[in-house]
């Protein structure tokens, strides 16, 4: 039986609604597809974009559609228009939203769902809900009481996966450790090889500094933090392939024309920025770590933009795609 693939609706005022209906159109013959979310809302929705699909009731307990043109809905929400309307935000939405993603995760460790795909949440939102969580990321720490994840974007041509993610970057540098980089990169491997089917991941370290220090010209983070990482690693795991670090403006290069299967960023930019520039419309967002698949497309709510039916569902696409693969690669 194909995998069941759980899509969390995200904030119901932002583009969540809709690029969960235009991917869903076009999903992978991989899988199959449940959303998580508020029937009302993906029913408006579907009827503003002219959509093939009908949003459906639905619980894990009744057969699956046999039509593909109903898109299953477990129903976990019935919002008021004033919490729904594209492009308005509120703490209600804010709450539904939160309360989908923890469905989700509860039902992908119970293996009712192989996998989940987050839609985008706002997370002022959830704030003013009383969720006191910075995203995404650190609810699903929480909820599957994994004691440390990572940032893992995928693009096309490109895996970057960072050492520290949102802490301003005159605060990289102390955030850095031997151990803290270390523990990245064995993450990565063990990821890269359960989930993505590699069976020995090639991967490269960025440097810090220009240059990867030049020797120390350009700062001794390289020599004193970074190559100690990458070369007792070498010394205690014969069978993973790690190097580095290399001068940050060259190793993507590298990394696109096929020497890595992935890049260690030790921030936030350092790795987005090659991502983004390649694959702005189909990124995904893979968090390392966690005992289940979750993946979610590479954008915010845009509730600028929520509601006029123009919202690109390239990187929702492929979040589902990915998800899928993951499950396969599980299972195998």
Known sequence: MLPLIGITMGDPAGIGPEVTLKAAARKPATCRLVVLG????????AIRLSSPLIPTAWTLTDPYPADSRRLPVLALSTLASAHRTPGQPTST?????????ETGVHLAMEN???????????????HAAGRDYPGHT????????????????????????????HIA???????????????????TAAHLTRFHGLACPRLAVAGLNPHAGEAG????????????AVRHLQEQHHA???????????????????????????YHDQGLIPLKLLSWEDGVNVTIGLPIVRTSPDHGTAFDIAGQGTADPRSMQAAITLAADMTYHRST
């Open 169 to 187: 970057l005159a605060r990289v540098p102390a955030a850095l450790s031997t151990e803290h980089i270390k523990k990245t990169i064995l993450m």
């Open 217 to 228: 010209a350009f700062g001794d983070e390289e020599a004193r933090i970074i190559a100690p």
């Open 112 to 126: 009712a769902l192989q996998g989940i795909v987050t839609a985008p949440i706002s997370k002022a939102m959830w």
């Open 138 to 165: 650190e609810l699903l720490a929480a909820l599957t009481h994994t004691p440390e994840v990572r940032m893992m974007l995928v693009g096309r041509q490109l895996r970057v996966i960072l050492v520290t993610t």
């Open 38 to 45: 508020d029937l009302q809302t993906l029913t408006a929705t």
């Open 240 to 266: 993973l392939v790690v190097d580095g670090p290399f001068p940050a403006d060259t190793v993507f290069v590298r990394a696109v024309q096929g020497a890595f299967d992935g890049v260690i960023c030790l």
């Open 93 to 101: 939405g804010g709450e539904a939203s939160y309360r989908y993603v």
